[in-house]
Nanobody, 122 residues
């Protein structure tokens, strides 16, 4: 019904920046909330940031405020995560999540992307 496809991950050195993208497609009436989570090796998946479609309200995990910035292109059902001053501890698989209202009847769905690997070397 809905697909989320992330891109923009890679291998970078500490201090570098990366910009992740996540595009939603399928039977979408509208996307409500979109956000990012990450899972480091051997750890649970953690919340990173989220943004609402209406009003553009943002929410970040406190430890990443100031370095990571979430933004959206509502017309393209796409969410971005700008990551600056990357650290080795930011190494993780970053996954996109979205709350979506589906066509044709307006049912709600929560979808996940497949994840994109971000590796930060020291």
């Amino acid at each position: 019904q809905v697909q989320l496809v992330e891109s923009g991950g890679g291998l970078v050195q500490a201090g570098a920046s990366l910009r992740l993208s996540c595009a939603a497609s399928g039977r979408i009436s509208r996307v409500v909330n979109m956000g990012w989570f990450r899972q480091a090796p051997g750890k649970e998946r953690d919340f990173v940031a989220a943004m609402s479609a209406i009003g553009g309200r943002t929410n970040y995990v406190d430890s990443l405020k100031g370095r990571f910035t979430i933004s959206r292109d509502n017309a393209k059902n796409t969410v971005f995560l700008q990551m600056n001053s990357l650290k080795p501890e930011d190494t993780a698989v970053y996954s996109c999540n979205a709350d979506i209202v589906l066509l044709p009847y307006g049912s709600r769905s929560n979808a996940w992307g497949q994840g994109t690997q971000v590796t930060v070397s020291s």
